[in-house]
């Protein structure tokens, strides 16, 4: 799989490059703001730009109509543009909400011992999504280099685009490089030793997904819920994550430790032993951190095209 992602990421870049580089017709926006150096709200009742025209703007975009600098566009294409803009924004809402998920629910720890195949696929098919129609909608705004670094429109697109291709380009390394990494180190964890001792780190490698036995720990001993039809995927109401000590959060909970203590006992949970991370988990973990940053940013230059 990491050979074939390469090759579409790679042919993503080189369709995203030769659309930028097509020359083409111009919105009014652009073509405005580039004469008169006036801001959005001159032509366009939204401040952010786009949509209805005012007096003035309809005058402008008439004139660039008699001048053939922008002519008037079919229903099929401003349909098209809507329905590409739609599906590029309802990928990133579902991306970046996977990146939040991971991040501030599940914690990157999660993913620690081998990147979930559930959330590599949304992260992929999403890069490659967005990559595609993001393209189709510059195709549209952007009419030369120019406009994209002369313009406020263009610089703030420019800086997002800079951010996604470094976002793909982390993804592309962690998925090539990072991953067979941490996967191997799953395969080393897969089971307990030879004494039935885990420490939290082993432990996190049962965490009931794709397979794995879901075991958790509570007061010292370590529990099998695999079979368990209130653990299913290693989830146990929706709250507690199988592959952790879950001793302070199971005394929380409604029933009492009878219920816990009738499950299997399968080891112990031992203290881990000092150790510096290695390299790629640290890399991971950086890389983890960088996006769920950029994730931030791009959502502010979102907020400063419309409002800012």
Known sequence: MPKKVLQQIVGLFLFMSFVMLLPHQVGATEEYAKQTAQACAICHFDPGGGGELTTAGKAFAESLQIKKVNPERGTFVKVFRLAIGYIHFLTAIFWFGTIL?????????????????????????????????????????????????????????????????????????????????LKAKRKELLYPNSTGELTLEGLASY????????????????????????????????????????????????????????????????????????????????????????VFIIILILSLWRWG
Request: proline fraction near 4%; charge should be positive; hydrophobic fraction near 45%.
């Open 101 to 181: 998920y991971v991040h501030l629910i599940l914690k990157p720890a999660y993913a620690a011992s081998g990147l979930p195949r559930g959330e590599l696929r949304v992260g992929i098919v999403s890069m490659i999504v967005i990559g595609v129609t993001g393209s189709i909608l510059t195709y549209y705004r952007v009419s030369s280099s120019d406009t994209l670094f002369h313009t406020r429109f263009g610089i703030l697109l420019t800086i997002k685009i800079c951010l996604y291709l470094v976002m793909v380009l982390s993804a592309l390394f962690v998925i090539t490089v990072i991953g067979p990494r």
């Open 207 to 294: 965490d009931g997904i794709e397979g794995r036995p879901a075991y958790f720990a509570f007061e010292g001993k370590i529990y099998d819920a695999t079979h368990s039809l209130l653990w299913k995927q290693g989830t146990h109401m929706g709250r507690h994550n199988a592959g952790n000590d879950l001793t302070e959060a199971l005394n929380l909970a409604p029933h009492g430790r009878e219920k816990v203590t009738a499950m299997t006992v399968v080891g112990e949970l031992i203290a881990s032993s000092p150790r510096k991370a290695p390299l790629h988990e640290r890399v991971f973990f950086f890389m983890a951190h960088m996006n769920l940053t950029l």
